[in-house]
């Protein structure tokens, strides 16, 4: 075999799709993040960010990416505050989700994926919570060699079916100081007693 057939054989040529995050922590009382997701390709200069969503804990973004992964490369997908990583290095950081070459090959056409955001290296932050929601496709690889992004059309059927415990955009579920559970509805900045319905 050669050592340009070994080296194709070697490579992933990938489409990276990231569709949402849903539950994502709030640091601010009375003020919802901005998200945004960085796609990175540790290892290489491949680096990709979505546009942000303003104000949302469960924000939308589909966008897609074009990746060349080889044997050795992690995949980083992280989700980040607009308002606070322009502040600091570190600041706004909300979760990530790195896959090893062999969790990219399991995932690999294998439709929505659900998974749990955690710490990145270095993250001391507890208050990391929520998922991502991806999907990781083969692409041909012309257009990952030409380094091509494009941003998806929306799709008409739901990402994910909503749980019971799941909350209405836009609300959060906290403890009182006597451990009563109360709601904040951040988008009329208000609070109750009683759980919101859909």
């Known amino acids: 075999m050669s050592c340009a057939k070994e080296e194709e054989n070697s490579v992933l040529y990938l489409r990276v799709v990231v569709h949402a995050a849903k539950n994502l922590s709030k640091r601010d009382f009375f003020r919802l993040p901005d998200p945004f997701a960085r796609v ?5 200069n ?4 979505s546009d942000a969503v303003k104000g949302s804990l469960d924000p939308k973004w589909e966008a ?3 990746l060349l992964l080889h044997q050795t490369d992690t995949l980083t997908i992280s989700v980040w505050n607009q308002r606070k990583a322009q502040r600091k290095e570190g600041a706004g950081f909300l979760g990530c989700v790195r896959l090893l070459p062999s969790s990219v090959k399991r995932l690999l056409d294998r439709g929505f994926q659900c998974l749990e955001l955690v710490r990145g290296p270095g993250s001391t932050d507890d208050a990391i919570r929520g998922q991502l929601i991806i999907s990781i496709k083969t692409a041909r690889n012309s257009s ?3 380094g091509v992004h494009k941003p998806s059309i929306g799709h008409s ?8 415990n799941e909350l ?3 609300w959060e579920e906290r403890q009182s100081s006597t451990g009563r559970r109360c709601y904040i509805n951040h988008v009329t900045r208000t609070t109750q007693w009683d759980r919101p319905t859909w």
């Not at 990175?40 to 290489?44: K, R």
């Open 40 to 44: 990175v390709v540790d290892g290489s």
């Open 144 to 146: 990952v060699r030409n």
């Open 46 to 49: 491949q680096c990709h960010t």
């Open 168 to 170: 209405p955009e836009g």
């Open 64 to 66: 897609e990416y074009d």
């Open 157 to 164: 059927s739901p990402l994910y079916q909503r749980s019971e």
